[in-house]
């Protein structure tokens, strides 16, 4: 008998843990992968809850007592709290670096203007086309054109130039982009800032806003050496997009530097109407002459940013999930410390007739609420340091600024992420405090 009686005991140990995981699990997957509408109203319900029945109001009075003792308890408290601010600052600023590159690329497009390569090329600077190519694709169907009848297009050649970085000195590529005058129609959103823009058929320059910044030599009225000429720098512009870290010139002084004869990159094309992207890649997939793919510069970009957007984004999850193991641990500890100095108080409770249900609620609760204020210290701290904070990187062969973008979305994702570590963190020492034996815990000094 008392071998069936332990196994029983065994066995029944065995399910309550299972139990536990299944809930950890679905706690977990509800507090990070349901729409924020739903956990909204099911908080709203909760609240109510809490205020409008007799047992709601006990868990509350029980929840009230377990957080006025916190100020007793600030050493374990502010471990929570700590942990989970650097969980949830480090988690966002890294998913911050892959929006702000991707924001970056994909505002440098739209859904009015087509650009054209080479097929199969995953970047300008790796596809060719022949001044035939250029003159087919102008009389395209789907193009749009001026009032004198003239295509809206612009053959642009890029090829990635080496400067000096301002402070180190060092060699960095950045593009060069030799355009026509109707490039400037393609971008509405360009200006120049300083200074006025290139003659055709000079060596000048106009520079962005992001590559002035960041190189020597690029000040309007000095002069750099690109390929084996001296070009005058004669203004600046401001996009607000991936083209503020290039320098742009004529495209057919640019050709005649590095020898690139009448052959260009890509094309843009202003797009007429909502049908006509449609329109353009049947002609151009239906025409032997050319071997050509064609999407919207919107969705260009966006392919372009995808890698390593998707790059930072797994990071991210992977350091973040490594770290929330180490909170998650440390609150765990910490809950169990407090549960274990809070025995005879929660002894008393079930004693004087208070459910066990309500004391697994209110740790629950107080892991929860440690977890949410560590996290909003977190996000607040990620928005403040990193929130536009100007880094580059390589994007193909050229250097790309790009501002960090710690946006609500972020933020609210890192809440998310604390909640459910602090669920999980309140859910074992919960557990402990509800099956405690009564006679035990109030024997605890």
């Known amino acids: 008998m008392r ?5 029983d005991c065994t066995m029944k140990i065995i399910i309550i843990n299972v139990l536990l995981f299944l809930v950890a699990a679905a706690g977990v997957y509800a507090l990070t992968m349901l729409p924020l509408a739903v956990i909204a109203a099911v908080i709203v319900c909760f609240a109510a809850w809490m205020a409008l029945t007799a047992s709601g109001r006990t868990v509350a009075s029980v929840t009230l007592v377990g957080l006025s003792t916190l100020r007793d308890r600030l050493g374990t408290s502010s471990v929570i709290i700590l942990g989970m601010a650097g969980v949830v600052g480090v988690f966002i600023a890294l998913l911050a670096m892959g929006e702000g590159f991707r924001a970056t690329l994909q505002g440098s497009g739209s859904d009015e203007t087509a650009i ?9 600077t790796s596809s060719v086309l022949v001044r035939s190519d250029v003159d087919i694709i102008s009389h395209m169907p789907g193009v ?4 004198k009848g003239d295509a809206l297009v612009s053959a642009e050649l890029t090829v990635p130039v080496t400067a000096h970085s301002k402070g180190e000195g060092e060699l960095t590529n950045l593009a060069l982009r030799g355009v026509d005058p109707d490039a400037w129609q393609m971008r ?4 120049i800032v300083e200074g006025r823009t290139f003659t055709p058929g000079l060596y000048e320059l ?3 806003r992001s ?4 190189f020597a030599g690029l000040e309007p009225g000095q002069q750099v050496r690109l390929g084996t000429n001296l070009w005058t720098v004669v203004g600046a512009f401001e996009s607000g997009d991936a083209y503020d870290s290039e320098l742009w010139g004529d495209r057919q002084a640019v050709a005649a530097i590095y020898r690139r004869g009448s052959s260009v990159s890509s094309v843009q094309v202003k797009l007429d109407g909502p049908q006509a992207l449609k329109m353009l890649q049947d002609a151009l997939a239906n025409d032997p002459r050319v071997t050509v793919d064609a999407v919207t510069t919107r969705e260009f970009f966006a392919r ?3 890698s390593l957007f998707q790059l930072t984004k797994m990071i991210g999850l992977v350091v973040g999930t490594i770290m929330g193991i180490g909170a998650l641990f440390g609150a765990l500890n910490c809950m169990f410390a407090a549960v274990e100095q809070r025995a005879r108080e929660i002894g008393t409770l079930r004693a004087i007739g208070f459910q066990a249900g309500s004391v697994v609620i209110s740790v ?3 892991a929860m609420w440690l977890a949410l204020i560590g996290g909003a210290i977190g996000a607040g701290l990620a928005w403040l340091i990193f929130n536009g904070k100007t880094i580059s990187t390589l994007s193909g062969f050229s250097e790309l600024a790009f501002q960090f973008k710690v946006t609500p979305d972020l933020m609210l994702s890192g809440l998310r992420w604390a909640l459910a570590i602090g669920f999980i963190g309140g859910l074992f020492p919960a557990a402990r405090a509800a099956t405690m034996p009564l006679v035990a815990a109030l024997r605890e000094d």
């Open 211 to 214: 590559a002035r910044a960041r």
């Open 144 to 147: 749009a054109r001026d009032a």
């Open 3 to 7: 071998w069936h009686g332990a196994e």
């Open 206 to 208: 106009v520079v962005g």
């Open 304 to 306: 372009q940013s995808n």
């Open 188 to 191: 509405p959103r360009m200006k």
């Open 116 to 124: 054209v390569t080479r097929s199969g090329a995953l970047a300008e």
């Open 364 to 366: 629950m609760l107080e």
